[in-house]
Nanobody, 117 residues
Framework: VQLQASGGGLVQAGGSLRLSCAVS???????????MGWYRQGPGQQREFVAT???????NYLDSVKGRFTISIDNAKNIVYLQMNSLEPEDTALYYC?????????WGQGTQVTVSS
């Protein structure tokens, strides 16, 4: 299983970015996974959960991104998106996508998001 994240960049506060995570190598479609998620790690901080989208369930978000970020899946393309609006300098971090299959977690490489004030 491989996860390839992209879409990061430098943006001014209040701007938007859309992160993509292309998933390959799984048995079947992206819905083979129990859930997909986005995490981030800011400078000098631990990695934290940002958003998850379970198979057939409700999405979950970090409180500080609720109403600004949206996680979604394009099943036909096997891509997980994270639409990020109204970005704040505090959102600056390396963003990772993650897939869970039972008790096994797969991680992609990070994509850097930098928000300037």
């Amino acid at each position: 299983v491989q996860l390839q994240a992209s879409g990061g960049g430098l943006v001014q506060a209040g701007g938007s970015l859309r992160l993509s995570c292309a998933v390959s190598g799984m048995p079947g479609s992206i819905f083979s996974f129990n859930d997909m998620g986005w995490y981030r790690q800011g400078p000098g901080q631990q990695r934290e959960f940002v958003a998850t989208i379970p198979r057939g369930g409700n999405t979950n978000y970090l409180d500080s991104v609720k109403g600004r970020f949206t996680i979604s899946i394009d099943n036909a393309k096997n891509i997980v998106y994270l639409q990020m609006n109204s970005l704040e300098p505090e959102d600056t971090a390396l963003y990772y996508c993650r897939a869970r299959l039972g008790g096994i977690y797969y991680w992609g490489q990070g994509t850097q998001v930098t928000v300037s004030s």
